[in-house]
Structure formats: structure tokens, C-alpha cells
């Protein structure tokens, strides 16, 4: 369906099995500069990619490969979509002609020790330097310049894109930031584990890994970074009973002086040209379904029980902003194309 | 985010606040031929469609209105989304040169004593012989010069598609057909109704006017004109805790010395140019969730107990190729444009 | 199937069309010392419940009457299940020999100021003083005694059971509490509203009246009496999609000195003896369907993101310990049974 | 809990860590004649079983044992949960004195040939002839002597309940009988399989195994004893979003002269005495959360599209009814208690 006139990029998928796998091959079917050359999948080369995804029989997509059948001569650039862990080593072998958009942990935590700490050995240290952090509208510039960009988790892209105003204009406080956070199972991806049946998640809400989630350093990277100074928060994760959709409570304390007034018309001044972000009215807040299949970050202030308190709420569907939506909005910065390219969408809805 | 060179043609959707009204706006907002230029919905007017549908805040779409306000000869196109028995008197009164999409049960049946039989008085029969039945695949040739387009149901659409080649050409007999259906629950609308609530839907399965279905008739319509010879089908519809999604499991009997493979055959052919469906390969079945949010039907069918039966599955999204989306290929057609225009959509999974 | 050998008690349910009524029914009718002589519902009398809940029809209930059709000599003890603001004009014309269960919240607020603030004029302010406050573990003795019990709001059961032993012991601070609170969509009723429909709930999280729901007083009405000052508390309801089921995180910070071990230990010590009250061994969190169906609280504790810092979670059935439970754990108190009486429930999973 | 005056049965259950055995711990638990003895898990042997089932966490059950660690001669009666296959050599070992609930597959084909056809080979042919086909209201006798009890599986007991009647009375045709079927996702168990993930599930209608189910033949043989002759049925069985719950609409033909009263008169007559049986009213069908959660199976009768035909509807909960419930059904019968012994539950709804 590409009706551009320009060569378009040619496109290989790593990990093309898994659900943001999956999504991209949604997202970039009608994305007109490019063309998806490779879908790589180890534990399913050989197939179509209907045999694992029915819906996508009629699309004349290319049949799973290994990543050993791959002419990469023939790719421009790479997204990988491998389960954390295993990018570092993937990456690494790449030719250096390829750019490479990867949506796992692998590469977004910048020092080594820390991320060490959270998920054992990095196997690519010296790539780690070159990694941009891809959170889209934090880090554009550097993102259209990168060769190795490392796309943010869906707990920190809903999380941080509603606090960094808050905290660079020094808002809030940068202590005693709590953050409760709802998602759908699919940011387990495919994986077949025991939690993930329909049977355990259907009918209930299930908290994990609180203040131990490996996101939590992620997210604290990012608003240190933002504060200038080290920031710790309370990351609370729940699964709840949707397949898309995450939303985050963040209660946080203004700073002396400041009130809600101030941190609304932040929110709304520093994000009023973002196209994929939506500050809603004081007052009224967002909710997972509005987002739901869209690249976009819905967010929302209202008061806290007392005139020193607030409560954010920001909404993203992690399967696209969180993860496979936010990875061609950088595919988009990184050709300099207008953003919402191939994700100019409307939440589908009910 | 129209892109096209020629005039564009200027919509009013009437009927806008119901979910086949939203799922238009979803559908058409994207289509570049294409400008809303009215929301018409009588209960909600004078407000943004935001302000019922939080989604659409984005998207700088029109604001709700009355009937009264809108100035028609600004108006091309409308679509009617009405609920039934609601939209023959609103398109008695449109002026002449506005053609209509209608989305209701309205216009769908020829026979005016049928139609009484089932929906109670008809409002405007003088426009009855003017309508053409929007089965896009059945009737592209009638659509191209209708000015009044009456769309199939959803039951109708997801269940005669795949009957309508093996009837026609005599593979399966015309007799003791049975259609067990199951529908989401958004094509009951957005109608406030205490069946519709999640409490009394969710983990639920729930027969309906099981053979005394308004959809019955229309079926019945459709299937006796291809086989040319009245037909009766069994039809046990049947709602299912889901928000969009239809799956038709259809029993036939095929007619001597026709086989399993002919009737593949018979699909395969007929169906082999058509964009939006796909027959699958004999023995496989499709699901739901593979079309969701697509305009699409997907088709399979597999052996009986015995080798003169047959079972034949069809699935469609009930808001899209079984309300909105056929709608708008019916517009496509209308215009001349490629079917596909704003439809070339990948279904939304997981 | 009542097997006991004294008269068993006599009992009313006015507005038995409600989900609460419904869940009351389910729970009595295996009580041993009960008979359910009369169940009240204006808008239904004259009609076998079964008529608006299916799944009654095989156990030989009574049909629905009008309250003036109640022979009221003939009730011991009347259950209450009510909207807000209708029970106190229905309880002020009972007789007076009858003990009244409300569920309702027009008798839970002690301060009629307060109360006619939350939820406009009180109707029956002679009968404030007369009300006990049902919460079963922090009452039973005054409810052993009652005439009339305000059974408490589901959310205000969830958050302030946790929260009791921990503020009476001073273990916490009574500043800055937050409790962020998930709740199946039952808990609005089976009234007829939009934003209860199925394609409203399903795939959704919504947050509502975050800081001003009118369960806030009544948690804080709860948490100041035990910890003898007043206490606000941030307080954040979301809806989340299933039909059943609550669960609050609860942000605490620790009392200088105080650790999570202490925490736990207090939660422990506190809740040893009470059959209904799990807490869960430290670091360990409930989910909302291991109590699915039941009377039962579970209750974890885990560390905070530094030591004087803790999250509490509590789970419960928003219709069963949330309302029509909690109400039968009530009558056992008040007729001096084991709590457990036709409570001794396991959860249906999954 | 028990309350029993002669000496309780001790119950080991064999495969205790899936759904049907979890499901078996919540019906005996208040089974006032029974004692669980022993729950046995092979992979989780060692561990309480609140590790594996939180809900189960206060109820004082015995920890997860090996079956080498049992002392089989405390053990009276022995349920078997274990995947198809593991039964026979499983049962094959058990020392004569224990009585054998089984509900597996393994024993319930009469025909070693047919069973093997199916299921591959059997590995306990020599017990096959004493095994009694646990089908409750068709064979109590049979059952009250049984030393095995081979429990049907969920799609036959709620295909072949409705049935039964109007076969032995010669009131529908023994031909053209047409099986739809739709169940939620528990009755595949707890086994960790991609189909079976929430994000497949949910929000999907999904058709398998269609004339080609391991429960036809067992269907058929039902069937074809009570009708004296072979009958072959279609059945389509369809995976539908929800956890628990099973409906069959049931296409039949009636006999000449027979008419749908008579199809009613014949299920009313010959369940009138049944108490987990409920007939509807004619016309009138059940949904599946009429039964949820109970032993219940509610059969409905509507007309088909003319005369000679009718559709029947019977709904079950496929883990009650359809597995353990039956299961503690058939106990009841072995240990000539009444049948709803510790089965007297009302619907859990919503």
C-alpha cells in the first residue's frame, strides 16, 4: 500500500512472533516508506506468519525466517522485539550499516551496574554508549541522529511523560512520588506462563513486584535525569482483566507555593504541540479504553485531599505507545517524517 | 488529513452518538476523499462528540448538533444511523440531490407487508423501490447508481456471504439450512438497557429470539432471491461476552453428488477477487478476534458427520463490514473509488 | 433446608430486585436459622423473582410483593438494600419490633451535618443515634445489641480493616494515607446507566471521584475514631472490568521507630482470632479472586521504596464482605450464632 | 466443618493442582460425611496447596503429597483428576478396598476399539467392564454399586441430559441431530498452553475440533444405548471468553405426529423428580450464569423454523455439573446420602 515516491526503508523484524512483533507488522502494513522485508522468528521460521497469526493471512506479508536466511545487506533498519536479555548479543552481530530500534530492556539503562542489578549480565556493554533513549518526546533530537535507539518500557512511558514537566518546572516535589499502575496481560507478551491464562487473569486484579519491579529504575533514570537530582518513587504494579491498556494514579506533593492551577497549565504548555499527547480539562481524567489501539497518552490532573497534593493520571495502550506505536514514532524521527506517520489512528472503541 | 486533489465530499452523519455513528467517525476520519461536516444527534447537540466519546478529544471533529441547525445543500452524502423504525421519516425529508447510506432495518426489506410483519408500520414506502440493498459483494452494480443504500444487518451480512455462492451454484440444498449465530454485544447499541449491562453479559452466554429474529427475514430475502426459489432458514442468535466480534456456524446439507471439496471450490472461486473476504483452507476455521476492527469476513469450512453435510463458518466484526464499514465501502463504491479506501485496515490483535 | 430446632427467625428483604438483595437471597437461603418469609420490590411485585433472576427459579422462593402487602407482625428482622436516600423514610415507618440490616448509607454517617453534606437532606435524623456502624470486627459488641445496623460501604470495608489495628497501635501516620481502590462495576447496582454498560466496562479502567466520593467520610469517620484525631485520607476509586471483586493499595508511612515487621506483626496479632481476616505472610499480596464469592478479607503488607515507608493491600468481595455478607455476619452476631454461619464459603476459582 | 454423627468417609484426590480438583476441594469442604484425607500432586508435591491456590489459604486444608506418601489403607474413596491417559495405570494400582471416582476419559468408552480410536491405547482394559458410566440421573442404580465411576465428560453430560427424554420416548429422530456447542476455556484445564492465554481468549469466538471432538463418540454412545440403535450426532464445540460455563443449542427433528408440546411435556415429565434438573417454561431459554457455580443443569425448548422442528438449549457449569460437581453427585449416590448433600448452592450472579 506505500504510495511514495522515494525509495522506502527496508524493514527486518526481530522476535516477529511475539504480540509487539505482531503490532509493528500492524502498524508498518500501511506505513508508505517502507517496505517490510524480513519477519525473523526462530521457533516458527519456516511458516507463514498466518500459521501464528491468523489475522494476518491476507496481507501478503513474507513468511517467517531465521535470522540466518537474512540478506541484511538488503536491510536498512532492524526493529527487535526479543524478550529482554537476548538483544544485547543479537544487536551486537549486526552489520553497522543497519540501525537498530529495539523494544527490549536491553539497552535503556545507562549505567551498567545498575542495570546489572535489575537483569544480570549485559552482554554488549560497549554498545551501551551509543544507545539513545527512545522516549519519543523527551529525547527527539538525539533519536534522529542515533543508529541504536532503546525504546522505553510501557510502566515508564505511561509514568514518566506525565511527571517530567512537572518535575523540570519544579512543580512537585522529587520526593514522595507514588505511582500505582494498572495494565493489561499482553505486556507479558506471548509467553506461555501460568499467570497469563485467561482463567487466572479474567475476574481479577493482581498485584506484583511492588517497588521491586525492574521499571521502577528505569523510571527513576528518566525523572532524575529531568530533576537533576536522584529521585526515588514508589512503583505499585497491577495486572488487571484487559488484554490492552495501562493506566497510572500518580499522587504527588507541589512544591510550596505551587497549586494545581500551576501543574495543569505545565502539563498543558509543555505538550501543547505534542500530536500524540492529550491534556485533558483540570479536573477530568482519562481512562485505558480511549487510547486503545492508538500511539497517544491521554493525561489528567485533579485535586488531592488537600491544597498541597495532586493526583495525575495518565493512560497509554502499551502495546503501542508503550512499546510497538512508540518504536515507528521513532522510525518516523529517525527519517524525518512528520511523527504521527502510519499512526495517525482513532482508538477503536467499544 | 485529506490528501486528495479533487473536491472533497461533504458528509453529515445523522445519528452520530450511537456506536455505528462512532465507529463512522473512526472509519471516515482517515478516508481522503472524505469531510465530516456535520454530527448530527438529537439528545446530545450542542455539545463536543468528545464529550460522550472522551476518544474522539484529539481529532478536531465538529461539534454535535440538531438536525435544524445543519445547512443541507452543504451536505453531499449523509449517512443515517438511526435507530429503527427512526430513519424513514428523517429520510423522507432530506432533499433531493443528498444520497443516503442508511444504516437501520428501515429500507433493507422489499416487500412492505414483510417489513410491517416484522418492524411495525412503514413510514416512508414511496422511497422503498428507490433502496438497494448494501450487500457490497451481492450488489456492487446497484450501489454504483443508488441514491438510497440500505446496509445489511450483521447477522444478515456475516451470514449470507458465505451461503450466497454455495446457494447459487446448487452445491448445498436449499433446505434445512441452520444458522447458529453469536454476536458482541455492541450491536445492541448504546441504548441504555439492563441486558446490556457488564453484570448480566459478562461470563455469559445467552440465546434470543431464537427463529423469531428480525434478522430472519432479511436473511431469508436475500438467500431466496440468489437461490431464486423461497428459502427458510433455522436461525438461533446468541449473545456472547464480547464488545464486537460475530461468528456465524452454519449446517447445510449438500446437494447429491456435490462434495466437501466442491463447495471449497465454490467459495474459493467466487470469493477470489474480493478484497474483503478470504476463504480459508478447507478444514481450517476462523475466529473472531481475527477480524476485529477490520472491515473483513473471513470464511471456512470443514467436513460434517457424514459426507453430505457440511459446516461453514463466517466471522466479521458486527460494527464494521456488519454496520460501518460496509457502509463506507458502499460510499466507495458510490464514488468510484477503490473498495478498500480507508478500510485497509489489519485487525487489532491481541 | 433449614435443619435447626428452635423457630427460626423471620426475615424481610425490602428492595430484594437489587444486586445486593440477589446476593442476600443466595447467602440465607442455606441459613440454618432463618426463613425468608417476604421479599419486597415495588417496581417488580407481583412477579417470581425468578422473573428477574433466572437463576432463582428452582428453590422455591416467595414472589416479589409490595411492602403494603407485608404482614409485618409477621418479620423478626427486616434487611434494608435500598438506594441511598430511601432507607431512612422506610426504616422511620417500620414497627417497632423489627431490627433493620440497612446496606444502604443512610444510617453510616454518625454526623448529620456531615451526612446531608455527602448526600443531601437526612430524612430520619431522629434514628441516627439509634444506628450501629456494622462493621463486624470493630462493632460486634454494640451490634450484638442493636436495633438498627448501617452496614459499610465496600470500599470503606477494604480500606479501613488494614488500616484499624495499624493506626490503633500507632504503628502508621495518621497524615498522609492514600488509598488507591479498584472495584468490579456491581458495585454500582444493577441500575440502568451508561457507563455500566458491557462495551463501557470491558477492556476498561476509569477512574471516578478520585478525592471526592462519598465513601471518603465514611472511611475517615472509621480511621479517626480509632485513632482518636481526625484523619484525612487521599482516596482514589477506579473501576475496573469485572463484575466482582475490590482491591486497595494503601500508601503508609511508618511511625518513626516502627518497621514492617512490626507492621505485619500488629496486622497479625490483631487479626488472629477473626475467622473471616487472612493476613498473608510479609512481602506476600492478595488478589481479588482468591475471596471471589465470600465473606472473607485478605490483607499483605510489603516494603516501601525506603524503610519508613509501607504498602498495604486488601482484597474482599465488594458484594459479599463489601455489603450483603458482612449483613449476614451481622444477623449471626445479633442472634448470637458463629459468625461463620452460612458464611463458611471458599471462593469460586476460577 | 462436619457435623456428621457416623464415622466420615476419608477422600484422597488424585491430580488435586488442576481446576477439577481445586473445584473438588470447595465442594467437599462442607460435605458434612467426608474428611480430605489426601491431595495429591505429583509437580507440586511438598507444598501446601495455598502455594499453588491462594484461595485455599484459610481453610486448614492437608499440604500436596505424593501418591508413594499416601497410606492407602486410611483412604476410603479416591477421586482421580489426571489428564486423559494417566488414568487407567494410575487406577490399575490402587488397592482393592478403595472405591474410584474418576474424571478422566480413561474409562468412559465402553468399546476398548473405539476408546483407542480416540484416545490411543488403554492401559487398563481388564477394569474397563466394571466401570459404570457416572451419568447421574441416567444411571444412579448402576452407580450405587460401582466400585469405578467413570464421570462423563462436560460436553456429553450437557448434550446428552436434554436428550436423553426425548430419544426414549421416540419424540424427536434419531437422525440429523446437530450438537452446537460453546464452553468457557476452564474445561482445558490448567495446562499451560498458548490457546489458552488470556489475550487469545478474551474478546473470542473460536470454533475446534468440529465433527471431530473426543466427546462425540462418547456423546453417541449415550445416544445410541437409550435410543437402541447407532445414532451419529454433528457436534461443534466453540471456545467462548469466559472461565466457567457450557450451552448447547440443540437442533432436532421431531417425529411425525410429534409436536413441540409434546418435546416439552416429555423433558417436564421425565425431569419433574430431578433436583439439579430444572425445564423451562416453553420458549423460554437459559443462559449460562443461570448455573455458575452449582450442579444445575437448566434445559429450555423453543420452536424450530416449522413444524416438524425445534431447538433445544441446556446449560451446565462445565466444572460442576460437567466434572467435580457431578463427580460429588455420584459420591452421594455410592454412600446413599441425597444427592444434593453439600451441592444445595444457589448461582453465584453476577
Not at 552481530?93 to 551496574?113: C, G, N, Q, T, Y
Not at 542495570?115 to 533530537?141: C, F, I, M
Not at 495501562?246 to 505534542?274: F, R, S, W
Amino acid at each position: 500500500m506505500s504510495d511514495t515516491s522515494f525509495p522506502p526503508v527496508n524493514i527486518a523484524i526481530i522476535g516477529a512472533s511475539g504480540y509487539t512483533g505482531a503490532e509493528l507488522i500492524r502498524l508498518l502494513y500501511n506505513h508508505p516508506s517502507v517496505v517490510i522485508r524480513y519477519l525473523i522468528a526462530e521457533t516458527s521460521a519456516g511458516q507463514p506468519v498466518s500459521a501464528i497469526y491468523p489475522h494476518f493471512a491476507p496481507f501478503g506479508l513474507p513468511d517467517l525466517v531465521y535470522a540466518t536466511e537474512v540478506t541484511w545487506s538488503d536491510v536498512d533498519i532492524a526493529f527487535c522485539c526479543m524478550p529482554h536479555g537476548l538483544s544485547q548479543a543479537i544487536v551486537a552481530k549486526l552489520p553497522e550499516h543497519i540501525k537498530v530500534i529495539d523494544l527490549s530492556a536491553d539497552f535503556r539503562i545507562e549505567d551498567i551496574a545498575t542495570y546489572e542489578q535489575w537483569y544480570g549480565t549485559h552482554h554488549a556493554p560497549q554498545l551501551q554508549p551509543k544507545a539513545v533513549y527512545g522516549l519519543s518526546e523527551l529525547n527527539r533530537k538525539e533519536i534522529a541522529d542515533a543508529t541504536l535507539i532503546a525504546c522505553p518500557g510501557c510502566y515508564p512511558t505511561c509514568s514518566t511523560l506525565p511527571l517530567i514537566p512537572l518535575l523540570h518546572d519544579q512543580i512537585i516535589s522529587p520526593a514522595s512520588i507514588i505511582i500505582d499502575a494498572k495494565s493489561g496481560i499482553s505486556g507479558a507478551g506471548r509467553s506461555v506462563k501460568q499467570p497469563n491464562l485467561f482463567c487466572e487473569v479474567e475476574s481479577n486484579v493482581r498485584p506484583y513486584s511492588v517497588n521491586s519491579h525492574r521499571h521502577m529504575p528505569e523510571i527513576e533514570q528518566t525523572l532524575s535525569r529531568v530533576a537533576r537530582l536522584p529521585i526515588e518513587v514508589q512503583f505499585a504494579p497491577q495486572v488487571v482483566p484487559l488484554s490492552r491498556g495501562m493506566l497510572t494514579m500518580i499522587y504527588v506533593t507541589l512544591q510550596p507555593g505551587k497549586t494545581l492551577e500551576d501543574a495543569h497549565h505545565c502539563l498543558n504548555t509543555h505538550y501543547d504541540d505534542e500530536y500524540f499527547i492529550t491534556v485533558l480539562p483540570q479536573g477530568q481524567l482519562p481512562s485505558t479504553r480511549e487510547v486503545m489501539g492508538t500511539n497517544r497518552c491521554h493525561i489528567g490532573i485533579t485535586a488531592g485531599r488537600n491544597a498541597h497534593t495532586a493526583v495525575v493520571v495518565s493512560v497509554i495502550d502499551n502495546l503501542v505507545k508503550g512499546a510497538s506505536g512508540q518504536a515507528v514514532q521513532n522510525l518516523n524521527i529517525l527519517l524525518g517524517l512528520p511523527e504521527y506517520t502510519a499512526l495517525d489512528l482513532i482508538a477503536v472503541f467499544p
